[in-house]
């Protein structure tokens, strides 16, 4: 490590009592031994008994961070700078503007200007191969005297890190009451993010802690997968999904990524060769009513709008945007054959680079985005990679069909390149067939719908054509199953509680197309009954092979998730429920009798449904032993 690249010849020795240096020779070498001491003598250091604290003293000696620092070597030219990693590079960072403030003060070299330090021993410690004790600087001038006042505060700001790091049972397991200011001149106020011991100071005004993970991050940036990797670890039940058909067989799914807990952005990849020409209209006017919606800008469901037009071979981003009128305009500006303003494919054969334009969505959205790629066309440029892509950035990759290479024009379409069904079911994503005929029906209601979903991906299923059951657990960050069925007349209807049939009034249709059902299933009906707890059970059909892709929303509390008495809490950081359960029950939803729990432990069979979705959305890749 870098940053006490000087003081390991310094800790195997004690202080001289005295002695005159500058900054990077004397002064620096001494720090760590400064702060160790003063953290000793906090403790209650006892000279007769020194033994009682020297494991405190040798841990603060080796305590300092191991990497990650820009700005803690003893001269601002040392530094490689950069946006300051933690505590301890803030008060570093601090101390190189209290120094350029020193030069200003007069007309010296501070980081080279000599300095009085005096030592003082109160005692041995670590076995007699040093001591500890207060160290005290001075200077013989103006400069001198302010370069002693800098580094007396970096030295102090360290041991407020430090004694709130180091473990024991200290005194100083509070320390974010009395943390200093910085010293920028405009006194900003610093917190600390996580707990003792091992929370780290960061500056309010510019900075913020993501929570669970105590990632100290720009104010403007997004604490992203950090939030949600930590408000994954408060998801009840824990259990592997498992997704159930009715022939008996069960398959996991398996979170592959921390669930997104808002939309990102909205993605429209769309096929400009010559065959697209008759539905170009229709799909221009499709996502400009997205926008029209108020579908996408600040505080709306997706936060940027973005448009990539692709060819045979090139792709090219048109928009990246918040902005309702600039979206709208790029929109209105598609037109077959023509990629950008320097590019003119028309294609003329099938396959198209339907993959180059999600690579090149990918490369402009945010995380937790919507892509919709629109194409009467197989893909001639698969790459895994790309769908990999994808699932780190938590992304799902929809198609839009109106036609394959080889398709009949009827729906479903023949011919479907496999490559789009795989990218879809890893990613969390649907596949919608429609005839270019009825682009302009059902393309707009088709994207509407990505803004009524939740966000994330989803659990996914295949099943023969016919009839066939599903079980889908619940979590304590679920309140609304959205169900999917992708296939030819694909239908579904699910039982309540009490094993009968949910009316359609009682939960939301959010889209009913010939290829697509997507139905949303709240916990609780409009008139306050339970619709499912644990579980939900539904029946799911089509008149050919088709899939189910399962997902969780949260819409905050509700007095009756929590049974036998509990009150709901609502948790609107991490969108999930938690239920204070009176004396005797337990569990997510207070649904366990204490009283009647036995007291061995049940072993299930492994075709007992588990836990079908553990938060909102997440890409999921299937496993072949849902028990592990």
Request: aromatic share 6%.
């Amino acid at each position: 490590m870098k940053l006490f690249l000087l003081l390991p010849a310094a800790m195997a020795m004690d202080p001289p009592a005295s002695e005159i240096g500058n900054l990077p020779e004397a002064l620096w070498p001494r720090l760590r031994h400064i702060v160790a001491s003063n953290i000793t003598l906090n403790a209650g250091y006892d000279a007769s008994s020194p033994e009682d604290l020297t494991d405190l003293f040798e841990s603060a000696m080796a305590a300092f961070p191991e990497d990650g620092n820009c700005w803690c070597y003893p001269t601002k030219a040392q530094c490689p700078r950069g946006a300051p990693q933690d505590g301890y590079d803030f008060a570093c960072n601090d101390f190189h503007k209290c120094i350029r403030c020193a030069k200003l003060e007069g007309d010296c070299d501070p980081e080279f200007n000599d300095v009085n330090i005096d030592y003082v021993s109160a005692g041995p410690i670590s076995n007699g191969t040093s001591s500890v004790g207060l160290t005290t600087l001075s200077g013989d001038n103006s400069c001198g005297e302010n370069i002693s006042r800098c580094f007396e505060q970096l030295a102090n700001e360290f041991i407020n890190i430090l004694e709130a790091e180091l473990p024991g049972e200290s005194s100083y397991t509070e320390p974010c009451t009395n943390l200093p200011t910085d010293q920028k001149g405009g006194g900003h106020s610093r917190a600390c993010c996580g707990v003792a011991p091992t929370w780290k100071s960061y500056i309010t005004t510019n900075h913020q802690c993501c929570p669970g993970s105590n990632e100290i991050t720009d104010i403007s940036t997004s604490c992203g997968a950090a939030l949600a990797e930590f408000c994954e670890t408060l998801i009840n039940p824990i259990d592997t999904y498992i997704f159930e058909g009715s022939s008996g067989e069960s398959s996991g799914t398996e979170v592959s990524s921390p669930a997104c807990l808002a939309h990102g952005d909205l993605s429209f990849v769309i096929d400009v060769t010559g065959s697209m020409g008759g539905e170009i209209a229709a799909i221009k006017n499709g996502i400009a009513a997205v926008a029209a919606n108020g579908d996408i800008g600040p505080g709306a469901p997706f936060g940027n709008g973005n448009i990539v037009l692709y060819g045979d071979p090139s792709a090219s981003s048109r928009v990246y945007t918040s902005d309702v009128t600039t979206f709208t305009n790029a929109a209105n500006a598609v037109n077959t054959c023509q990629v950008s303003e320097t590019i003119n494919e028309c294609g003329g054969d099938c396959p198209e680079a339907a993959f180059n334009g999600v690579q090149t969505a990918l490369g402009v959205i945010d995380e937790c985005s919507s892509i919709y790629v629109i194409t009467d066309a197989n893909a001639m440029d698969f790459s895994q990679s790309i769908i990999d892509l994808a699932i780190s950035k938590r992304t799902k990759i929809n198609f839009v069909l109106t036609s394959t290479c080889s398709s009949s024009g009827s729906i479903p379409h023949t011919g479907v390149d496999s490559n789009y069904p795989s990218a879809a079911d890893q990613t969390g994503g649907t596949i919608f067939h429609i005839t270019k005929a009825n682009v302009a029906s059902e393309l707009p209601t088709i994207v509407e719908t990505a803004a009524l979903l939740g966000s994330g991906g989803g659990a996914v299923e295949e099943f023969t054509a016919g009839t066939n059951d599903i079980t889908l657990i619940g979590t304590n960050a679920i309140t609304s199953m959205e169900i999917t069925v992708n296939g030819n007349a694909g239908d579904l209807s699910c039982v309540d509680v009490n094993g009968d049939v949910i009316p359609e009034s009682e939960y939301e249709v959010l889209l009913d197309i010939s290829t697509a059902k997507i139905i949303k299933v709240p916990r609780i009906s409009s008139g306050g009954d339970l619709l499912w707890d644990e579980s939900l059970t539904c029946s799911t059909s089509a008149t050919e092979a088709y899939s189910v892709v399962v997902a969780g929303t949260y819409e905050g509390c509700h007095p009756d998730y929590c049974q036998n008495g509990g009150t709901c809490e609502s948790d609107d950081t991490c969108n999930l429920f938690n239920c204070i359960c009176p004396s005797g029950f337990s569990g997510y939803m207070c649904h366990i009798d204490d009283s009647a729990r036995s007291v061995s432990k049940t072993s299930f069979a492994q075709s007992e449904p588990l836990n079908i979705l553990k938060s909102k959305k997440v890409p999921v890749v299937a496993q072949s032993n849902p028990g592990n």
